[in-house]
C-alpha cells in the first residue's frame, strides 16, 4: 500500500513537472518560481531512489543525465536522414527555380493552379531524430552521415523542451514514431550561460551553432544538462500502425499536439512568389530573431505530391534550402597590428586571410581595446571565426579549438604584447580606464594624433574641406607644412604645387576649398575640434545650448552638464580639452586666420519651440525629406535629435527600410511617426 501510494504521488508529481516545463519552455510564462520547482523536483528525485520501480524512462528526472559515457553508440537509420538541396541564388529566382522544377517534375502545365508550399525557417543548429515508441520517447541520434547516426538518447533527455512522453489520447498515439528536427540554442540563452561560465572561469561557447553540436555530443550527460539546449521539430522519420495527416502543414500541427515546440515562422503559400516574399521578409527578421539561422527550406505540402517526387541520392526533390549569405566563417590571423587613431587610442587589428562573409571580403577585423583581445586571446596563427552581420564591423568572434572543439595541433604562438612606446611617435603608452585602453601620450608630438586630428577636422561633417583627404594630409604633415588645424589656413599655392601628384591646379583648389571651409557654424567647429567624446550630436547639442564659442571655453563643470545629454565624462573631457593651452592658442589661430560663423544667446534665452523636451530618433529613408533636412526641422522646433533608440525617446521617426532601431522603438512602445506625421506634429506644434 505504501508503494501504492508511492506510485500515485510519482505519477502526479511528473504530471505537474511536465505541465512547468511546457509552461517555462513552451509559453514562456512560467506560473512557479524556480525555487517551487526545484521543490518538486526534488521530492520525485527522492521518491524514485527509493522506490527504483518508479524510475521509468519518461520521467522527468531522467533529464538531468544518468552516467558518463565512453563514446557514443552507432544508431542505423531505419529511414535515412536526408540533406536537402541549396538553392544558391540568394535572388527571388532561388523560388522561381524550385517551383520551376517542381513542376516539371510534376508535368503541370502553366494553366494548372499554383502549387502549395510550406515555407519555414532552416535553423542553424544541429540535425537529431527522436524514436518514441508507444509515445514514449526511447531513442534519441545525431544525423551524422544520413545513415548511421549516434546515440545521444541521454544528452536529448535533457532537452526540457523535447517531450518525454507525446501528449495524446492513449488510442491515438503512434505504436512507432519518429520525429525529426532541430537542437539548436537561442542567442540569450547562450549570452547567459557563457555570462555564468566566465564567472565560474569555464570555458566558453563560440556560438550557438557550435554550442548546440558541442552540447549534444557531450559524452558526460550532466555537462549537456547544463547547456540551455532547444528543439523545434521539422518533419518525420518512420512511422508505423499511423497515418500522418494529408500535408506537411497539418503534420506539424499535429507534432505541436504532440507536445513538440514547433516553429511559429511558417507559412503555407501559394506560387513562387509567395516563396520569395517569405525569404525576402524573414532575411529582414533575421538579425531579430531570437536564434541564428541559414537561410529558409520550401517544401512542396501534399504529402502524396512529395511520395510521387520521391528523390535524386540523398536530396529529396520535393524540398530545397533558400540560403542567406554566411555571416560568419572561418580564418587565420596573419598578424596582430595596433593602429594609433585620432585621440591616441591604440587599438589591436587582426590581419586576416581574406575571407568572404556576410556579402564582403574581410581582410581585417578590430579587436577593439585591450580586454577584449585578452579575454577573446587571440594569437598570430590561430584559426578564428569571423562574424559580420548586418553592415556592422567585422568582429572576431573567438579562436577555434579554446572553446571546447578540438584542440589545435601546432603550439600556439605567444599572447600579444601591446606596446611600450607608440609606434608612430616612440612616446610612453599609458593604460586608461581601468586597464582597458592603451593611449599614447605624445599628443600633437604625435604624428598619427596630429594626422587624425586634421582627417577629422577637414571632413566633410566637420569642416568639410573639399579635397583634403587622408592621402593628403599625410603628405603635408610628412612634409612639415602642417603641425595644427591652423596651419592649412597659411599654406598657399607654389608650396603645395611643390608637392609630389600636386599640380598648380589642384594646388590652387585645395587652397580656395580651405578659405571657403572658414565659413563654417558654431556646430561644426566644436565637432571639428576633436574633443574626446565629442561626436556630431554632442556638438550640435552644445552649440545650441551655450550660442557661442567663449560661453562654452568659460563653461565650468556645473554649467556643462546642463546641457542635453552631457555627463560626467564629455564633461571632463571638454574642461581637459579648454584647460590645455595648445589648444586654446589653435583656437585662436582659426579664429585669426578667419574661421567664422554666427552666435546667439543660446538655448537658455530662446524661445521655447514647439518641440521642446521632445527626443526624436530618425530611420529609414524619408519620401520627402533627408534625414539631415528632418533633423533640421526638428531642431529648429526645439527637439532633439539623439541616435540610438534609449528609454528617453520619445519619437521614433521612421521611414522605409526602417531597421533595428524601429524594431528597437517598437519594443520599448516608442511612438511612431512618419514623415507625414511629423509634418503635421510640426505645423501644430503639439504633441
Ligand atoms: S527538412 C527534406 N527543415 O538542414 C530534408 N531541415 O536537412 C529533411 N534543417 O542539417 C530536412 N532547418 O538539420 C528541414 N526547417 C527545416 C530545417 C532543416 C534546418 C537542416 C537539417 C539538416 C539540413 C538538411
Same mark, same amino acid.
Given at each position: 500500500?505504501?508503494?501504492?501510494?508511492?506510485?500515485?504521488?510519482?505519477?502526479?508529481?511528473?504530471?505537474?513537472?511536465?505541465?512547468?516545463?511546457?509552461?517555462?519552455?513552451?509559453?514562456?510564462?512560467?506560473?512557479?518560481?524556480?525555487?517551487?520547482?526545484? %521543490?518538486?523536483?526534488?521530492?520525485?528525485?527522492?521518491?524514485?531512489?527509493?522506490?527504483?520501480?518508479? #524510475?521509468?524512462?519518461?520521467?522527468?528526472?531522467?533529464?538531468?543525465?544518468?552516467?558518463?559515457?565512453?563514446?557514443?553508440?552507432?544508431?542505423?537509420?531505419a529511414?535515412?536522414?536526408?540533406s536537402i538541396?541549396?538553392?544558391?541564388?540568394?535572388?527571388?529566382?532561388?523560388?522561381?527555380?524550385?517551383?520551376?522544377?517542381?513542376?516539371?517534375?510534376?508535368?503541370?502545365?502553366?494553366?494548372?493552379?499554383?502549387?502549395?508550399?510550406?515555407?519555414?525557417?532552416?535553423?542553424?543548429?544541429?540535425a537529431?531524430?527522436?524514436?518514441?515508441?508507444?509515445?514514449?520517447?526511447?531513442?534519441?541520434?545525431?544525423? $551524422?552521415?544520413?545513415?548511421?547516426?549516434?546515440?545521444? %538518447?541521454?544528452?536529448?533527455? !535533457?532537452?526540457?523542451?523535447?517531450?518525454?512522453?507525446?501528449?495524446?489520447?492513449?488510442?491515438?498515439i503512434?505504436?512507432?514514431?519518429?520525429?525529426?528536427?532541430?537542437?539548436?540554442?537561442?542567442?540569450?540563452?547562450?549570452?547567459?550561460?557563457?555570462?555564468?561560465?566566465?564567472?565560474?572561469?569555464?570555458?566558453?561557447?563560440?556560438?550557438p551553432?557550435?554550442?548546440?553540436? +558541442?552540447?549534444? #555530443?557531450?559524452?558526460?550527460?550532466?555537462?549537456?544538462?547544463?547547456?540551455?539546449?532547444?528543439?523545434?521539430?521539422? +518533419? &518525420?522519420g518512420?512511422?508505423e500502425?499511423?497515418?500522418?495527416?494529408?500535408?506537411?502543414?497539418?503534420?506539424?500541427? !499535429?507534432?505541436?499536439?504532440?507536445?513538440f515546440? &514547433?516553429?511559429?515562422?511558417?507559412?503555407?503559400?501559394?506560387?513562387?512568389?509567395?516563396?520569395?516574399?517569405?525569404?525576402?521578409?524573414?532575411?529582414?527578421?533575421?538579425?531579430?530573431?531570437?536564434?541564428?539561422?541559414?537561410?529558409?527550406?520550401?517544401?512542396?505540402?501534399?504529402?502524396?505530391?512529395?511520395?510521387?517526387?520521391?528523390?535524386?541520392?540523398?536530396?529529396?526533390?520535393?524540398? @530545397?534550402?533558400?540560403?542567406?549569405?554566411?555571416?560568419?566563417?572561418?580564418?587565420?590571423?596573419?598578424?596582430?597590428e595596433?593602429?594609433?587613431?585620432?585621440? +591616441?587610442?591604440?587599438?589591436?587589428?587582426?590581419?586576416? %586571410?581574406?575571407?568572404?562573409?556576410?556579402?564582403?571580403?574581410?581582410?581585417?577585423?578590430?579587436?577593439?581595446?585591450?580586454?577584449? =583581445?585578452?579575454?577573446?586571446?587571440?594569437?598570430?596563427?590561430?584559426?578564428?571565426?569571423?562574424?559580420?552581420?548586418?553592415?556592422?564591423?567585422?568582429?572576431?568572434?573567438?579562436?577555434?579549438?579554446?572553446? $571546447?572543439?578540438?584542440?589545435?595541433?601546432?603550439?600556439?604562438?605567444?599572447?600579444?604584447?601591446?606596446?611600450?612606446?607608440?609606434?608612430?611617435? *616612440?612616446?610612453?603608452? @599609458?593604460?586608461?580606464?581601468?586597464?582597458?585602453?592603451?593611449?599614447?601620450?605624445?599628443?600633437?608630438?604625435?604624428?598619427?594624433? &596630429?594626422?587624425?586630428?586634421?582627417?577629422?577636422?577637414?571632413?566633410?561633417?566637420?569642416?568639410?574641406?573639399?579635397?583634403?583627404?587622408?592621402?593628403?594630409?599625410?603628405?603635408?604633415?610628412?612634409?612639415?607644412?602642417?603641425?595644427?588645424?591652423?596651419? =592649412?589656413?597659411?599654406?598657399?599655392?607654389?608650396?603645395?604645387?611643390?608637392?609630389?601628384?600636386? *599640380?598648380?591646379?589642384?594646388?590652387?583648389?585645395?587652397?580656395?576649398?580651405?578659405?571657403?571651409?572658414?565659413?563654417?557654424?558654431l556646430?561644426?567647429?566644436?565637432?571639428?575640434? $576633436?574633443?574626446?567624446?565629442? +561626436?556630431?550630436? !554632442?556638438?550640435?547639442?552644445?552649440?545650441?545650448?551655450?550660442?557661442?564659442?567663449?560661453?562654452?571655453?568659460e563653461?565650468?563643470?556645473?554649467?556643462?552638464?546642463?546641457?542635453?545629454? &552631457?555627463?560626467?565624462?564629455?564633461?571632463?573631457?571638454?574642461?581637459?580639452?579648454?584647460?590645455?593651452?595648445?589648444?586654446?592658442?589653435?583656437?585662436?589661430?582659426?579664429?585669426?586666420?578667419?574661421?567664422?560663423?554666427?552666435?546667439?544667446? *543660446?538655448?537658455?534665452?530662446?524661445?521655447?519651440?514647439? =518641440?521642446?523636451?521632445? !527626443?526624436?530618433?530618425?530611420?529609414?529613408?524619408?519620401? *520627402?525629406?533627408?534625414r539631415?533636412?528632418?533633423?533640421?526641422?526638428?531642431?529648429?522646433?526645439?527637439?532633439?535629435?539623439?541616435?540610438?533608440?534609449?528609454?528617453?525617446?520619445?519619437?521614433?521617426?521612421? $521611414?522605409?527600410e526602417?531597421?533595428?532601431?524601429?524594431?528597437?522603438?517598437?519594443?520599448l512602445?516608442?511612438? =511612431?511617426?512618419?514623415?507625414?506625421?511629423?509634418?503635421?506634429?510640426?505645423?501644430?506644434?503639439?504633441?
Amino acid at each position: 500500500m505504501r508503494e501504492e501510494a508511492a506510485r500515485r504521488r510519482a505519477a502526479s508529481l511528473r504530471a505537474e513537472i511536465e505541465a512547468h516545463n511546457r509552461a517555462y519552455y513552451e509559453l514562456d510564462a512560467p506560473t512557479i518560481t524556480d525555487a517551487e520547482y526545484d %521543490t518538486l523536483f526534488r521530492e520525485l528525485q527522492a521518491l524514485e531512489a527509493e522506490n527504483p520501480a518508479l #524510475r521509468s524512462p519518461d520521467s522527468p528526472t531522467q533529464r538531468v543525465g544518468g552516467r558518463s559515457l565512453a563514446q557514443f553508440t552507432p544508431v542505423i537509420h531505419a529511414m535515412p536522414m536526408l540533406s536537402i538541396q541549396t538553392e544558391t541564388d540568394t535572388g527571388a529566382s532561388g523560388a522561381e527555380h524550385f517551383d520551376a522544377r517542381v513542376r516539371r517534375e510534376l508535368e503541370l502545365s502553366d494553366a494548372d493552379t499554383p502549387m502549395e508550399y510550406a515555407a519555414e525557417l532552416k535553423f542553424d543548429g544541429l540535425a537529431v531524430s527522436l524514436r518514441y515508441e508507444q509515445g514514449v520517447l526511447t531513442q534519441g541520434a545525431t544525423r $551524422g552521415d544520413g545513415m548511421t547516426g549516434e546515440d545521444v %538518447t541521454q544528452n536529448l533527455r !535533457t532537452v526540457r523542451d523535447i517531450p518525454l512522453r507525446l501528449r495524446s489520447d492513449a488510442d491515438r498515439i503512434p505504436p512507432l514514431l519518429e520525429v525529426r528536427g532541430e537542437a539548436y540554442m537561442r542567442r540569450d540563452d547562450l549570452a547567459r550561460y557563457n555570462e555564468k561560465a566566465a564567472g565560474r572561469g569555464e570555458k566558453l561557447l563560440l556560438n550557438p551553432r557550435n554550442g548546440a553540436a +558541442g552540447s549534444i #555530443r557531450q559524452l558526460d550527460p550532466a555537462v549537456a544538462a547544463r547547456r540551455p539546449l532547444r528543439f523545434f521539430a521539422y +518533419g &518525420v522519420g518512420v512511422c508505423e500502425g499511423w497515418t500522418p495527416p494529408a500535408t506537411h502543414g497539418e503534420l506539424l500541427r !499535429t507534432l505541436e499536439s504532440f507536445g513538440f515546440p &514547433v516553429c511559429e515562422y511558417r507559412r503555407i503559400v501559394r506560387g513562387w512568389q509567395a516563396l520569395a516574399a517569405f525569404h525576402a521578409r524573414m532575411g529582414a527578421l533575421r538579425p531579430q530573431l531570437p536564434f541564428d539561422i541559414d537561410g529558409v527550406v520550401y517544401k512542396v505540402n501534399s504529402l502524396e505530391l512529395q511520395r510521387r517526387l520521391g528523390f535524386r541520392s540523398r536530396e529529396p526533390r520535393w524540398a @530545397v534550402a533558400h540560403k542567406y549569405p554566411a555571416e560568419e566563417a572561418r580564418t587565420r590571423v596573419e598578424a596582430i597590428e595596433v593602429q594609433v587613431g585620432r585621440t +591616441g587610442a591604440i587599438t589591436p587589428v587582426a590581419r586576416l %586571410t581574406p575571407v568572404f562573409v556576410g556579402g564582403v571580403t574581410i581582410a581585417n577585423a578590430t579587436l577593439h581595446n585591450a580586454d577584449e =583581445l585578452f579575454r577573446k586571446d587571440v594569437r598570430t596563427g590561430d584559426t578564428v571565426i569571423v562574424r559580420r552581420a548586418g553592415d556592422v564591423i567585422p568582429e572576431i568572434v573567438g579562436v577555434v579549438g579554446a572553446a $571546447g572543439e578540438s584542440a589545435p595541433e601546432a603550439p600556439r604562438s605567444l599572447p600579444f604584447a601591446f606596446p611600450e612606446t607608440c609606434p608612430e611617435c *616612440g612616446s610612453r603608452v @599609458v593604460r586608461e580606464e581601468g586597464g582597458a585602453i592603451f593611449r599614447c601620450s605624445g599628443g600633437l608630438v604625435c604624428p598619427a594624433q &596630429v594626422k587624425g586630428a586634421l582627417i577629422h577636422f577637414a571632413s566633410r561633417r566637420a569642416m568639410d574641406i573639399e579635397g583634403l583627404g587622408e592621402k593628403l594630409v599625410e603628405q603635408l604633415v610628412e612634409a612639415g607644412l602642417v603641425r595644427t588645424p591652423a596651419d =592649412l589656413y597659411h599654406l598657399d599655392v607654389p608650396r603645395l604645387a611643390a608637392l609630389a601628384r600636386m *599640380g598648380e591646379k589642384s594646388a590652387e583648389n585645395l587652397v580656395a576649398a580651405i578659405a571657403q571651409s572658414r565659413d563654417t557654424s558654431l556646430a561644426r567647429f566644436i565637432y571639428a575640434l $576633436g574633443v574626446r567624446n565629442v +561626436g556630431e550630436s !554632442t556638438a550640435r547639442d552644445l552649440a545650441r545650448h551655450f550660442g557661442s564659442l567663449a560661453r562654452l571655453m568659460e563653461a565650468d563643470a556645473p554649467a556643462l552638464r546642463e546641457a542635453p545629454d &552631457v555627463g560626467p565624462v564629455v564633461a571632463e573631457s571638454i574642461l581637459d580639452f579648454f584647460a590645455e593651452a595648445h589648444n586654446r592658442e589653435v583656437i585662436q589661430r582659426l579664429i585669426a586666420a578667419g574661421a567664422r560663423w554666427e552666435e546667439n544667446a *543660446g538655448q537658455a534665452n530662446a524661445p521655447p519651440g514647439p =518641440l521642446s523636451g521632445k !527626443t526624436f530618433v530618425i530611420t529609414g529613408t524619408l519620401p *520627402g525629406w533627408t534625414r539631415d533636412e528632418a533633423r533640421a526641422r526638428i531642431e529648429a522646433a526645439g527637439g532633439k535629435v539623439a541616435s540610438a533608440v534609449s528609454a528617453k525617446t520619445d519619437y521614433a521617426l521612421a $521611414g522605409s527600410e526602417a531597421g533595428s532601431k524601429l524594431a528597437k522603438a517598437q519594443a520599448l512602445g516608442i511612438a =511612431l511617426l512618419d514623415e507625414a506625421a511629423l509634418r503635421n506634429l510640426l505645423e501644430q506644434g503639439d504633441a
